[in-house]
């Protein structure tokens, strides 16, 4: 049911959000340099890697580090990164990896590559045999503000709750979290 839910919402949010999407791929090709996307190496289900795209923020050359791990992250960010951040119109790509089955649209945000003390704690609670999400319950309770520890509890608590009703409570968090613009450090 889960992931016929995310086929149905991938499908209808490509469809809704193509002329943002395009606009978007054109805004960010002429504002700088490099691709308009970003595959990032992310962990996904049951540890296995994965290229997870974002429309790029940062500039070319950017280490490739979580953004709270860079020194002064700020200096790295494109001219309309920023805002893509902000708004979290940077994840509208990640759509085509819910209908290609790689994430789903609520789970544990996909761990970059390289984040050992997240990907070793969620494998502890068996938090990696959950497809990850574009937005999840600790996105919902902090986003960017949270620790590793906080957010593995929010994501253990999460595989222990999860339904679909509980999903939709996540969807309509993150509608208002974004709208808000709650949570969200750079």
Do not use: C
Not at 130 to 136: A, D, M, Q, V
Not at 147 to 156: C, G, I, N, T
């Amino acid at each position: 049911m889960k992931r016929l839910f995310d086929i149905f919402v991938s499908i209808l949010g490509l469809s809704v959000f193509i002329a943002p999407i395009v606009l978007l791929a054109l805004m960010i090709k002429l504002s700088s340099r490099g691709p308009i996307m970003y595959w990032s190496d992310r962990i996904g289900k049951d540890n296995i890697i994965f290229s997870m795209p974002k429309f790029r923020t940062m500039r070319v050359g950017t280490p490739a580090l979580a953004t709270h791990l860079l020194a002064n992250s700020g200096k790295y960010l494109t001219p309309l990164g920023s805002f893509l951040r902000r708004s979290s119109l940077d994840e509208l790509p990640q759509l085509w990896s819910i209908l290609v089955g790689k994430m789903s649209i609520v789970g544990p945000r996909p761990a970059l590559f390289n984040q050992d003390d997240l990907i070793s704690e969620r494998a502890r609670l068996n938090v990696h045999h959950l497809r990850p999400g574009l937005t999840g319950w600790a996105q919902v309770n902090g986003r960017d503000e949270l620790s590793v520890d906080q957010k593995v509890k929010l994501d253990s608590e999460y595989l222990e709750r999860q339904s679909f009703f509980f999903d939709a409570k996540i969807i309509m968090l993150t509608i208002m979290r974004v709208i808000r613009r709650e949570g969200v450090s750079h």
